[in-house]
């Protein structure tokens, strides 16, 4: 965030509340507690908060797909949750919130995305796609467009990116670290 003393006229900030959930074990014992800022997207005007929602996601076939490639070649298979993806994505576009009154009483500009943006799983998926490209030798699939890659000497590895989540499907189980 980069605190404001007022939105520019013409701009609305948009609402966020906290999202706080308790999570529990099996036997009814405290896990843990989570507590999540989620922007009110449904407030975003398009063209003015936003301007891209699409982000595309691994189909079920090609889940399938690689789960049967890696027993067929004798893979290691791993899977792989991003934790608060969204906050890692940068924001394109300007985007004003009024924070919940517990925490500031002035705006801010955001600087990252949120979970509840229109635009949030885009700006993940821009991040998550430079990520993969950025790794030595990683091609990306001409066919399922969130599928990666890399054969090279006799390493193997495949990885599916399905939101937030990765499969990692390879040859050599040190890889995943």
Known sequence: F????EVPPGATAIMCV???TVKWNKDGTLN????????????????VDYKETFAPSSQVTSVHLLLCMAV????WVYQADVVSAFVNADL????????????SRKPALLKKSLYGLKQGAHAWHKASDALMMSIPNMQKSQVETCWYYIKHGDLIVHVLVHIDDYII???QPQWKE
């Open 2 to 5: 980069e605190f404001i003393d």
């Open 18 to 20: 906290f999202k706080l």
């Open 32 to 47: 843990k507690r989570k507590a999540r800022l989620v922007v009110f997207g449904m407030l975003q005007t398009y063209g």
């Open 72 to 75: 067929q070649w004798n893979l």
């Open 92 to 103: 394109e576009e300007t985007v004003y919130v009024s924070l919940p009154p517990e925490c």
């Open 169 to 171: 499907a390879t040859n």
